[in-house]
């Protein structure tokens, strides 16, 4: 189904993820996103009683969802999968990513948690859901690897912390080649658990 077959509410919470992830919340207004997705005027509130929060909390778990799928289909994709090959495939996709927009869009997870994590936002409750699914996902695919469960879940968190510091890096200095650097640095680490 192409974007524009997709549903008017279906095409804002993607629409929302895409602008937060170049934008940030803050600068994310509901009209912007309105348009971006092509969606009837009138629609937001709809779809959207809960105002823009509603809205970013569904753009965090669309974003959620989309990198445990991004994750799962690594084990499905690797001939021998192991937990460096994990962690260069959730790389790679953002390598790819940053060198076709130009640096341009981040994470939505990490952008919203930079603006929001500090304070009481009503979106603190979806961005906490959103990264442990994400982080839920990596576990899982460790353990299917082989690695220990009681030490899947700090592999994943150092490897999700990892990837977005490297992220945020590549975007500030406009190089890619911070992804390449944490891939090869913790390769022998990540592998050192598998089973």
Known sequence: MSG???PPRERMVYSAAQLVRSRGVAATG???VVAYANAPRGSFQHYFPGG???LVGE???WSADFAARRVASYGRQAGEPSPSGLFAHMARQWR???TARRYERGCPIMATASELA???SPVNEPLRTAAARWERAVVEE???MGVPAERAG???TLMISALEGAIMLARVCRDVGRLDTVVSELAPVLDSYAG
């Open 142 to 144: 460790l353990v299917r």
């Open 30 to 32: 509901v009209r912007d």
């Open 52 to 54: 823009k929060d509603q």
């Open 96 to 98: 790819e990513e940053l």
């Open 154 to 156: 700090g592999l994943a």
């Open 118 to 120: 500090g304070g009481d």
């Open 4 to 6: 524009e077959e997709r």
């Open 59 to 61: 753009a965090l778990a």
